[in-house]
């Protein structure tokens, strides 16, 4: 009977809670003893902060020398700058179109970057987020190639016509002078010279301009004559031009791998021709043409040869070889092999002024998936060893999991042991890129973030006030042996590729204990140590997790449970037989195996973490294990639990031993209060969906709805289940189909797909996810982590050299049944309905605890709470035996499943407990120690947490469980298990993920749906705070690595190299802009080079230019309207600088300012005082000689 809900009545007359939440108002919960709450909707703000990481797809890059401060442009319109380590910031055009070239306005505190879709936008870098002042949107000219001299505001813009178009950048309007392809080109060429791929003006001379064209002309254009002085010709396409500070020869690179050097004034032919990687016949002819030299700069020292930095123009028959940077200097010729292919390099040089000597010192690489600094100064051309955050993609994300207020010492920690890990031979010299400042920011606890990867690698990065940077990297591959070739490689993985990569983490920030699952369903425990050890021989548990038939007969997801029978104890149970027919020899020989091989030999641990213990799921009967769903430690108690498909397993890792192996339906308690009734007839529910034919009877069904208590006089439930076991096995054996390789692949395949897609496909667009195909995406996103088989077989136990195989045997109603034909594994395709997809039952989530396992119970004991993919929450109840520590090793640890706890719609994603206050209770934890100390220092550091609060009093509730799960969130009074509160999160999406979390001293729900939308629960009223449609879900890879943590923080990955954090916290918002790096720090431009005497005298120095004059309206006239539509940024220029300016950067230039006016203020006075010393001598000697001829005659002088 459907219960009476009176809110309906009340709706309209009171206000007390939102439409999709209720509160049944019990006797442990009146409004009298109600919790109060400080959390209200006006401590939350959503905001973006800072992103980490590499920039996704980089096409373009430009430097400030005087600035120090590098801008990389990618694929998708972003605009990443850095400057010194921990000073970063991102930008994102609204278009999405891709960056091809980007223009510093040096030292001016600007950024000009031109798009793929022919429009230029100015960039304003004085405040500490960015933005976009003036756009030129062009219409009619694909732009092709920008160029903006040194101390200039002309913009030189080359488009894919061969016509140059020039804009002022400080008000972006577009000059009339124009220089048109067909005046700059011989008149009698007969064909296009193609687009500009190339502009910049003489060093020594403004006035001239060298324009080249895709076709090989080069062209110097006289800016004050309007024509053209010279004309180069050559064969082949230019690629780039680069000047010689003298401006009186330039260097063109070739499509045939050639460079050629040009005399200004000889243009008939080229001065010099080389081929850098060409082989040089010995009958003088042609060298053998070569890949393309794509760039090429020329730099002169004053000490020395000039550098010839290039890239490209290897020979056509080193076919694979890796991209190759090229550095000429003198004689000598360097090749330098990068990992990825070369997007763009820049030559760091010590002046910004291009008519001096260059003095290059470093050389800026920018890969395809890597920034690469070369130290030129040194032999050998060391790398600079790089402190940006650019390695998260060193092997593809597959999990991720962010920790903010960690303990103080936990950092400097994991820093000492990681500061070992790093690789040598890195030039000693600083870091180029030193420009910016630090924020001021006031938030300083420490937050670290965890990264699991492909390649079985764990990093930690030290997260605090804004920054990321790598402390510790643990490769949980050197435990396992490596099959060195395809044919020693193990016919037992269920993985074709990465098969050590990390599903899931479960990580202590207090005893630092670390618990990895990885995708061939394995466990890993680690401790953490600072003392090395060599560990003779690993510790392995093997354990055969599988599943009964009647699994598939799962809970109800309506709200319904089903009674099971208990599971019998291990002397009660008997070995199975092994499968005789049906199985062929190689799947025999699959049985009792674990996907991967652990390492025999001793394996030598660095101070770090250790391994402590490695449990392997193993392959039962031809079938292999499904991977781990779900994972949880507790340090106190010494206990790990994993869950899948299957069911759950509980391991004293102190013990090294099984303590439980159960199946999901097992747990469920055989007095549970719910019927497995259909909600109505066309809902009636069949084993596996469509796997049962409805010949079964109508009887059937009916008795698998019966309850235990219900009194049915003859058989039994359990025999009636018996006598139908067979007849449904050769069912079963006749619908179902084998277990695909591929099914297992799924984790691998989409983490590879994750780090390859947008790869592959840069422009394809994003899909957002409707309501209409919400339940789609539900069914890709629950099918990830878990493999859709069910299983049935016996248990054996046995014992190995090395490992400990225990498992807890099941009832099975017919020995001589082969396990073969008791498998059966469901289609992947997209048309499985959703009640077959719903049947299968896996746990989901677990949360260890002090509460009550019953509801008659009064003293708390430790507990772990586990969450199915039904919606369902269960206890299970942990004896740890008394006596200390001594005992704990010694006796075995009880665990015993209690039954049913609360039933929720959808799977269960977290649970958690609050106390009496709402105060959160965090699950007790061991204090951190060294193993591998003096037994003394560990007695002094080892200090259990203190017990949880008192028991409660009869008949009185003291603690409140939450559970949430991806559609609704409850509140549930400890002992006596009624709901408190309920509030249904979403109708239309579901929740990928949700946490409990601490946030201005108080605890919510934090939870982000497929939909965007990333709501904000108060606790334990479960009131909304906030709701905001953020970020829909386009691609699995936010799904797996979104992620919430305490004090209103929150991330994901955005793109396969690319961490987004954000932050729902006011209080972070407000104080964002003082956290913030600042970029711009007022710089002196340095002075220019001196022209001497003679240079100054005969005209021999750089000669300038008044392009304000030659270019201005008054003398070039104004540009055609629709050549290119101005766009307005959010302020004029003078009004944003003064906005943008910010109060540091006022601070800093009336600091400088006053620095400035006291030192010209100290040498006025150091000048004063020689004028007042040269008169006061000047006046002794006049007295001197006035005494000494007072009374002479003039004719005695």
Not at 232 to 237: F, K, T, W
Not at 970 to 991: C, D, G, L, W
Request: hydrophobic share 35%; with cysteine.
């Amino acid at each position: 009977m459907k219960k009476f809900n009176i809110r309906k009545v009340l709706d309209g007359l009171t206000a007390v809670s939102s439409s999709s939440s209720t509160a049944a108002q019990t006797g442990a919960c009146k409004e009298s003893d109600a919790v109060l709450e400080s959390l209200q909707s006006e401590h939350f703000q959503l905001c973006k902060t800072v992103r980490h990481g590499f920039p996704h797809q980089p096409s373009a890059m430009a430097f400030d020398p005087v600035q120090k401060i590098l801008a990389v442009g990618t694929l998708t319109g972003a605009l990443r700058l850095f400057g010194r380590a921990g000073v970063e910031c991102y930008c994102q055009h609204e278009s999405g179109a891709a960056i091809i070239q980007l223009q510093f306005l040096i030292n001016e505190g600007a950024l000009v970057s031109a798009l793929a879709d022919d429009s230029i936008h100015l960039w304003n870098l004085r405040q500490k987020i960015p933005a976009i002042l003036h756009s030129l949107k062009f219409n009619r000219e694909r732009i092709t190639y920008c160029h903006l001299p040194f101390q200039s505001k002309w913009l030189y813009i080359g488009t894919e016509r061969g016509n140059i178009h020039i804009v002022n950048v400080e008000c972006f309007t577009l000059s009339g002078y124009v220089i048109m392809w067909n005046k700059a080109i011989e008149l009698s060429t007969k064909t296009h010279p193609g687009p500009v791929v190339h502009i910049s003006d003489n060093p020594m001379d403004e006035g001239k301009l060298l324009i080249g064209f895709e076709c090989g002309v080069v062209v110097l254009w006289d800016l004050k004559c309007k024509k053209a002085d010279y004309r180069y010709n050559y064969d082949e396409a230019i690629h780039s031009v680069a000047w010689h500070h003298e401006g009186k020869q330039f260097v063109c690179s070739h499509s045939d791998g050639t460079l050629t050097t040009w005399n200004v004034r000889a243009p008939a032919k080229p001065a010099q021709i080389i081929t850098p990687h060409g082989k040089q016949p010995k009958d003088g002819k042609k060298p053998e043409p070569c890949k393309p030299i794509l760039k090429v700069e020329y730099k002169t020292t004053r000490a020395g040869d000039p550098f010839m930095v290039l890239s490209g123009g290897l020979s056509y028959d080193t076919v694979g070889r890796r991209a190759c940077l090229t550095v000429m200097h003198g004689k000598s010729t360097a090749v330098l092999e990068m990992d990825f292919p070369i997007v763009d390099f820049l030559t760091l040089c010590e002046t910004p002024y291009p008519n001096d000597f260059q003095e290059p010192y470093a050389v800026v690489v920018l890969l395809e998936r890597d920034l690469v600094v070369i130290d030129l100064g040194q032999i050998g051309y060391p790398i600079f060893e790089n402190p940006y955050p650019l390695t998260i993609h060193e092997s593809p994300v597959t999990c991720c999991e962010y920790f903010a207020d960690c303990p103080d010492e936990l950092i400097p920690a994991l820093y000492s042991v990681g500061s070992r890990q790093k690789r040598q031979g890195y030039s000693k010299k600083e870091w180029p890129i030193s420009g910016g400042n630090w924020g001021q920011g006031t938030q300083s606890y420490p937050e670290i973030i965890i990264t699991g990867h492909a390649d079985g690698s764990i990093k930690f990065w030290d997260a605090s006030a804004l920054m990321l940077q790598v402390l510790y990297k643990l490769k949980t591959a050197k435990v396992f042996e490596r099959a060195r070739g395809k044919e020693e490689k193990a016919n037992t993985e269920i993985v074709d590729e990465d098969p050590f990569a990390i599903q899931t983490l479960c990580w202590c920030p207090e005893s630092r204990m670390l618990c990895v699952a990885g995708v061939s369903a394995h466990v890993i425990v680690y401790r953490f140590s600072k003392q090395e050890v060599t560990t003779a021989e690993v510790q392995l548990l093997e354990v055969r997790l599988q599943c009964e038939l009647n699994d598939v007969d799962s809970p109800d997801p309506g709200g319904e449970q089903t009674p099971t029978a208990s599971p019998p104890s291990p002397q009660e149970t008997e070995p199975a037989t092994q499968p005789s027919t049906g199985s062929s020899s190689s799947e025999a020989a699959r049985d009792n195996m674990a996907c991967l091989q652990v390492r025999s030999s001793a394996l030598k641990q660095s101070p770090g973490y250790q391994v402590e213990l490695v449990i392997q799921l193993l392959w039962v009967s031809g079938e292999p294990p499904q991977q781990i769903t779900s994972l949880a430690m507790n340090s106190s108690y010494g206990l790990v639990v994993f869950g899948n498909g299957n069911g759950l397993a509980v391991v004293d890792y102190l013990q090294k031993t099984l303590l439980l192996n159960m199946g999901t339906s097992e747990l469920y308690s055989p007095s549970e209060p719910y019927q497995r009734q259909p909600h109505s007839p066309r809902k009636t529910r069949q084993p596996s969906g469509a796997l049962c034919d409805p010949a079964d009877g109508p009887n059937a069904p009916e008795e698998r709805c019966k309850s235990p208590t219900s009194g049915s006089p003859s058989p039994s439930p359990c025999n009636s289940e018996d006598e139908h076991k067979p007849k449904f096995l050769e069912k079963v054996k006749y619908k179902s189909r084998r277990f695909s390789k591929t099914v297992a692949n799924d984790f691998a395949r989409m983490s590879r797909k994750i780090s390859s897609s947008n790869e592959q496909k840069p422009n394809t667009a994003m899909r957002h996810v409707e309501s209409a195909s919400v339940s789609n995406l539900r069914a890709e996103w629950h099918s990830l982590p878990c493999r859709d088989r069910v299983c049935h077989s016996d248990d054996g136990m046995t014992m190995s050299r090395k490992s400990v195989k225990l498992v807890f045997s099941r009832t099975s109603s017919d020995a001589n049944f082969n396990s073969k034909d008791n498998c059966f594994s469901r289609s992947r395709s997209s048309s499985v309905s959703s009640i077959d997809r719903e049947s299968r039952e896996a746990v989901s989530s677990f949360c260890f605890c002090e509460t009550f396992p019953r509801k008659s119970d009064s003293p708390l004991s430790p507990c772990v709470l586990v969450g199915t993919t039904q919606g369902t929450v269960m206890m299970v109840a942990l004896s740890l035996p008394p006596g200390g520590e001594d005992q704990r090793l010694l006796q075995p640890v009880g665990v015993s499943p209690c039954g049913t706890v609360a039933k929720l719609k959808g799977g269960v994603l977290t649970m958690a407990l609050l106390d009496a206050t709402g105060a959160l209770l965090p699950a007790s934890y061991e204090s951190w120690y060294d193993p591998n100390a003096s037994d003394e220092e560990k007695e002094k550091s080892k200090r259990r947490r203190p017990a949880s609060p008192p028991s409660s009093q009869d008949g009185q509730d003291c603690q409140f469980a939450v559970l949430c799960s991806d559609k609704q969130a409850k509140v549930v009074a400890m002992p006596s298990q009624t709901r408190v509160y309920k509030h249904n999160i979403t109708e239309s999406s579901f929740v990928l993920r949700a946490d409990v979390v601490q946030m201005a001293g108080a605890n919510c729900i934090a939870c982000f749906c497929a939909n965007g939308h990333i709501m904000t629960l108060s606790l334990p009223s479960l009131r909304p705070l906030l709701d905001v449609n953020y970020l829909p879900l386009t691609d699995m890879r936010i799904a797996r690595t979104f992620c919430f943590s305490n004090l209103g923080q929150a991330l994901y990955l955005t793109s396969p190299t690319e961490v987004q954090r954000i932050t729902y916290s006011l209080d972070t918002c407000d104080n964002l802009q003082e956290m913030l790096s600042e970029l711009f720090t007022p710089v002196e431009t340095p002075e220019a080079p001196n022209r001497g005497f003679f240079k100054g005298l005969f005209g021999g120095g750089a000669q300038s230019l008044d392009r304000e004059d030659l270019f201005g309206e008054t003398t070039a006239g104004k540009a055609s309207r629709s050549l290119a539509q101005h766009i307005p940024g959010p302020g004029g220029m003078e009004g944003m600088k003064g906005a943008a300016s910010g109060v540091v950067g006022d601070l800093a230039r009336a600091r400088i300012a006053l620095d400035e006016r006291g030192q010209k203020l100290g040498e006025l006075e150091e000048r004063t005082a020689a004028m007042m010393s040269s008169a006061d001598s000047f006046s002794k000697h006049a007295h001197d000689m006035m005494v000494k001829y007072k009374d002479k005659k003039w004719y005695q002088l």
